[in-house]
């Protein structure tokens, strides 16, 4: 399999989810799930991008989805979630907003995270104790990995994996780490990881903004967790494009 390029997690990969207003079960039919499996399937050639991984739970969708236009990504999500909320207020009786917000987003920013993603989206059910294993779930990507059918192809594969060392770190996952992969808990989860930063450094918040080396590790290492430029550009006191040049330049070291 072809080495992923360091140019390819610059640009490519998203963490999406999607939740119900008041985090309603608006997925809680069997046919719900499966209107919005067709949609996703129906309008997902119509778009410059690669679904990666998904999962529908009762409340929520995962989803990872790689492209080198985050437009594509705006544009594909709109179109399935309008069309889909259309349907259900309709067959509901309902009006207003269906979904929580258009979408949450969170950028994965290296390999390890990417492949900690697919297995964190793939475990919801089995978390939720919906089902003992992750291939009784009729709603996720899972064996789609394992039959390479519906969106997971071997390009998507060879996205995923580089080698036969990432399969097997993949397979053998199990200590999976909830703090960074649950995007709906993203601001508390952000505050936890400063905290134990700053604890297991033994420094303070003050100290880091007026240390350039500080300022530097600080960023390397939120970022590395997965966490927004914008969260930690606000956290320091720098700029969005500080944070970004700053992981650029750790990134090419």
């Known amino acids: 399999m072809p080495r ?21 079960y608006i997925f809680k039919e069997k046919e719900n799930k499966e209107k919005y499996m067709y949609l996703m ?33 705006s544009e594909y999500m709109h179109k399935i979630n309008s069309i889909y ?15 929580r917000d258009r979408y949450k987003s969170q950028y994965i920013y290296n390999k390890e995270y990417l492949l900690k993603c697919v297995k964190y989206i793939h475990m919801n059910p089995v ?23 519906n969106f997971v192809d071997d390009s998507v594969i060879n996205l995923v994996f580089s080698n036969e060392d990432e399969i097997a770190f ?19 989860n952000f505050k936890i990881a400063v905290k134990n930063y700053l604890k297991k450094r033994n420094i303070s918040m003050e100290e880091i903004k007026n240390n350039k080396e500080y300022i530097h590790d600080f960023i390397y290492n939120l970022m590395k967790k997965g966490y927004k430029q914008k969260q930690i550009a606000k956290e320091i006191g720098v700029s969005n494009a500080t944070v970004c040049l700053i992981a650029k330049k750790n990134k090419n070291n």
């Open 127 to 149: 978390k939720a104790r919906i089902v003992v294993n992750e291939c009784d779930y009729l709603y996720s990507s899972y064996n789609d990995f394992k039959n390479k059918s």
């Open 41 to 73: 399937k129906k309008y997902y050639s119509s778009y410059k991008l690669k679904i990666i991984a998904y999962c529908i739970m009762n409340n929520h969708v995962h989803l990872i989805i790689y492209s080198d236009d985050i437009n594509q990504i």
């Open 85 to 99: 909320a259309m349907d259900y207020n309709r067959n509901h009786k309902r009006v207003g907003y269906l979904f």
């Open 170 to 188: 993949f397979n053998n996952m199990t200590d999976i780490d909830i703090e960074i992969m649950d995007i709906d808990r993203d601001d508390e």
């Open 4 to 24: 992923i390029s360091r140019e390819t997690f610059r640009s490519g990969f998203f963490h999406i989810m999607v939740q119900g207003i008041n985090k309603e």
